[in-house]
T-cell receptor
Framework: GESVGLHLPTLSVQEGDNSIINCAYS??????FIWYKQESGKGPQFIID?????DKRQGQRVTVLLNKTVKHLSLQIAATQPGDSAVYFC?????????????FGKGTSLLVTP | GAGVSQSPRYKVAKRGQDVALRCDPI?????LFWYQQALGQGPEFLTY????????KSGLPSDRFFAERPEGSVSTLKIQRTQQEDSAVYLC?????????????FGPGTRLTVT
């Protein structure tokens, strides 16, 4: 079935380096995508979102890139800090504005080493 | 301001017991979602409320799962005759908007362990 998936389950980066977390989706009808950060014992925390009419969106130290041609989404974190260590999920709304479920990927664990 | 709160944070139940999990959404948020998150997995959608109306319950895994939001604010997820496969973190999220294509704010979750 159609699903959201991630290329890498774990990612280790050095403090100060840039991080890139990738996500593939297969539902071409998806028009809204979100990145969440989840720390141990906590609920997912919104990072940034993007709609399908955009290919790039920037936040504070984060950038999301959307490539609809290859159905690929990425999250870039600049100058990664120890506090960025967490599991990162991408999620999609595959039904435009008419559906209610967010489909989450499995997650990528980001470990920032000093 | 206050975020989404959930109680209890941890619940241990013996197999066959009934449990009730509570969610207090952000005040004024119209939409409320329940998700189930198994260990090492992403959250999976269970059900959705718009105010007091349950508009989508397609993700509930069995008829042992029941959710309500009678006054359009606090919601309760009830699991009857718990089974070991029900062990998971149950997450509640709320949103100001009436669809899921907008930011959802998550609570800390309730970790349910069925022994």
């Amino acid at each position: 079935g159609e699903s959201v998936g991630l290329h890498l389950p774990t990612l280790s980066v050095q403090e100060g380096d840039n991080s890139i977390i990738n996500c593939a989706y297969s539902n071409s009808a998806s028009d809204y995508f979100i990145w969440y950060k989840q720390e141990s014992g906590k609920g997912p925390q919104f990072i940034i979102d993007i709609r399908s009419n955009m290919d790039k969106r920037q936040g504070q130290r984060v950038t999301v890139l959307l490539n609809k041609t290859v159905k690929h989404l990425s999250l870039q974190i600049a100058a990664t800090q120890p506090g960025d260590s967490a599991v990162y999920f991408c999620a999609e709304n595959p039904f435009s504005n008419s559906g209610y479920a967010l489909n989450f990927g499995k997650g990528t664990s980001l470990l920032v080493t000093p | 301001g206050a975020g989404v709160s959930q109680s209890p944070r941890y619940k241990v139940a013996k197999r066959g017991q009934d449990v009730a999990l509570r969610c207090d959404p952000i005040s004024g948020h119209v939409s409320l979602f329940w998700y189930q998150q198994a260990l090492g997995q992403g959250p999976e959608f269970l059900t959705y409320f718009q105010n007091e109306a349950q508009l989508d319950k397609s993700g509930l895994p069995s008829d042992r799962f029941f959710a309500e939001r009678p006054e359009g604010s606090v919601s309760t997820l009830k699991i009857q005759r718990t089974q070991q496969e029900d062990s998971a973190v149950y997450l509640c999220a709320s949103s100001f908007r009436q669809a899921s294509s907008y930011e959802q704010y998550f609570g800390p979750g309730t970790r349910l362990t069925v022994t």
